[in-house]
């Protein structure tokens, strides 16, 4: 892959290109006056994903109203103080997983829904140098700051993405040409950068660098993590079914920013932060960010990115809430943390026999080593207890990521087990080879198996076995 500047350009797929590229093709209105700025693009492949692999799709579908709150015409709505908003990107979300369902169930309803959410959208909609831009009308403290606040109306890319991803699809679903031009004005969006006194979600910052900006304002916008990478996923579905150079070139821009940028969000031994302004670690966009890395990995198989998402799940654990666990027989030293994670109880337990519990969750804490299980049944109930490969850990297959394209795994010489797992986690036959040899494979996925982390090889005398992480052995 190279580095190169680029300066964006505007492009139309319905329009011829002018002579050899020496004037910008136009489309959803006319030039700013502002020049836009070049900013550092790699040149990632970018693949064509088939359905089933794209972002936000699910294997299964889903419930049709869920915990959200709807209105009269039964779109989901943001409630402060009793009162309903609209909320972007809560409605393009609901469309984005709804076609998701769809594509399993065809269920018309849903559809239906769907489209009723389309129409919210492009109804309250506003346009602004020739691109449509969904508002939200609602003030909001930043990190419930309140001295850090987003005045209505105010506008997100994490929004205009999810909300051109939703529109791509469910012109491909249905075929309507309204929600492909409805597409193309907030694509149009993605090529106006940063001005006073317009609506803007993409900049350029000083060191050249290209942001989707979930919280546009000025001064000092946030650069959060999760609704950058979002956002980029809009061009790149709009890429996918036009062709769109720039488009291509937008998301490539938005992933070189992410790489860049990548030392600065990571929190090495804990949880990710949040964006590059502040410092916040929130637990569960940590997992967000490793779910992003890893699809970003898929559409442009690039393994410095999934290396990057190995290393945040080394710091901490992804979010994991409720679990069937297994205790097997033995000594246990269970403790209580408070909400700093300094230690207020130990009781040492010892079970005669094996216990299944259920889990509520998986956890780590500061000064405290390993990761920890917190027991709502059985002996121990409201304790909590080292997870232990073996002996103490979550049923069935957890922290379970894929790899398309596999990766290489790289075996040094010596002995290696291989085992195979039923659908809950347990061994169901095993494998030992000795490698004469330094060897390679392929990977397809990792995941952690009664409390170990598990490589499934899919080359070499491994093939269909998982191999432990442990020395020897590198991905």
């Not at 449509?132 to 009308?137: F, H, K, S, T």
């Not at 246990?332 to 259920?358: H, M, P, R, W």
């Not at 797992?421 to 060897?439: E, N, Y």
Request: charged share 20%.
């Amino acid at each position: 892959m190279n580095n190169d500047q680029i300066a964006p350009r505007r492009f139309h797929r319905r329009a011829a290109l002018t002579m050899l590229g020496l004037a910008p093709v136009l489309w959803g209105g006319s030039l700013s006056a502002h020049a836009a700025p070049s900013y550092h693009r790699t040149a990632y492949n970018v693949r064509q994903l088939p359905t089933e692999l794209l972002p936000y799709n699910s294997p299964t579908p889903g419930p049709l109203d869920g915990h959200l709150t709807y209105d009269g015409e039964g779109v989901a709505v943001f409630v402060i103080d009793g009162r309903q908003y609209n909320h972007p990107v809560m409605q393009a979300e609901f469309m984005l997983s709804r076609l998701s369902s769809y594509r399993h169930n065809q269920d018309p309803e849903y559809l239906a829904r769907v489209e009723k959410h389309a129409q919210r959208l492009m109804e309250t909609s506003v346009t602004s140098r020739g691109a449509m831009y969904l508002p939200y009308p609602f003030d909001w403290a930043l990190h419930y700051d309140k001295t850090d606040m987003m005045l209505a109306p105010w506008y997100s890319a994490m929004a205009q993405g999810q909300a051109l991803s939703a529109f791509v699809r469910l012109f491909e679903v249905t075929g309507k040409q309204e929600y492909l031009t409805t597409a193309d004005s907030l694509f149009a969006s993605f090529h106006n950068h940063k001005q006073r006194g317009v609506p803007w979600t993409v900049y350029v910052d000083d060191g050249g660098y290209l942001w989707f900006e979930e919280w546009a304002k000025d001064p000092g916008p946030d650069r959060a993590f999760n609704g950058h990478v979002y956002a980029a996923f809009g061009p790149y579905d709009y890429y996918r079914i036009t062709g769109d150079v720039t488009a291509r070139e937008l998301f490539q821009g938005g992933v070189t920013a992410v790489e860049a940028h990548l030392s600065r969000i990571r929190n090495p031994g804990w949880i990710s932060w949040y964006c590059l302004k502040h410092r916040y670690d929130y637990g569960i966009y940590h997992k967000f960010h490793v779910d992003l890395l890893y699809m970003l990995y898929r559409i442009t198989g690039a393994p410095s990115l999934a290396a990057s998402a190995d290393r945040f799940l080394e710091d901490f654990p992804a979010w994991q809430i409720g679990g069937t666990g297994n205790l097997s027989a033995g000594r246990y030293e269970a403790c209580k943390f408070d909400a700093n994670g300094t230690v207020t109880e130990i009781k040492e337990f010892n079970l005669s026999a094996a216990e299944q519990v259920k889990v509520s969750r998986r956890w780590k804490f500061e000064g405290q080593t390993g990761i920890w299980l917190l027991i709502d049944t059985g002996t121990v109930a409201g304790f909590w207890i080292q997870e232990t490969p073996g002996k103490a850990f979550i049923k069935r297959y957890i922290e379970d990521y894929k790899f398309d394209p596999p990766r290489f795994i790289q075996f040094e010489k010596g002995t290696y087990v291989g085992r195979r797992f039923d659908s809950l986690g347990a061994p169901v036959s095993t494998k030992r080879f000795t490698l004469a040899g330094d060897s390679t494979a392929r990977t397809d996925r990792r995941a952690v198996i009664s409390g170990a982390l598990y490589f499934h090889v899919v080359a070499g005398v491994f093939h269909d076995y998982w191999i432990p992480a442990q020395p020897g052995v590198d991905v």
